[in-house]
């Protein structure tokens, strides 16, 4: 549809092999989102992800923080997604956590989850 215009859309390694790209002619996303505003580009959404290979940001930690109402923001709400998996005795063992900080409507919303488990059920280790 003409009219709509053009989407463009990168995830994960893609980001990465575009970067290069724009490395290679001497420019940075920066460069590359003004260009788009250039031609009257509208975002949409931009999601910003940080690989915390270090655990500074504990998940657990800051859902425990949020749902004991202990986090100062001006965000006025969140939502706390677990998944997990039963095991034999019928226990669920945790999976997976995800905190979202704001409302989904609001200009800012901010997704925290844990990778490491998304990227161990999306390569096929059991749980």
Do not use: H
């Amino acid at each position: 549809d003409e009219e709509r215009g053009i989407l463009v859309e990168f995830s994960g390694k893609s980001c990465r092999e575009f970067e290069y790209f724009l490395k290679a002619q001497k420019r940075s996303w920066e460069d590359f989102f003004y260009r788009c505003l250039d031609f009257k580009g509208v975002f949409k959404r931009i999601d910003v992800a940080i690989d915390d290979k270090y655990y500074i940001l504990e998940i657990p930690f800051l859902i425990e923080k949020a749902e004991n109402e202990e986090i100062i923001s001006v965000f006025r709400n969140f939502r706390i997604y677990k998944s997990g998996g039963l095991n034999k005795n019928g226990s669920d063992k945790n999976v997976g956590n995800t905190l979202y900080i704001g409302s989904a409507k609001s200009e800012v919303q901010f997704c925290i989850y844990e990778k490491d488990y998304e990227q161990m059920v999306k390569m096929g280790y059991s749980l």
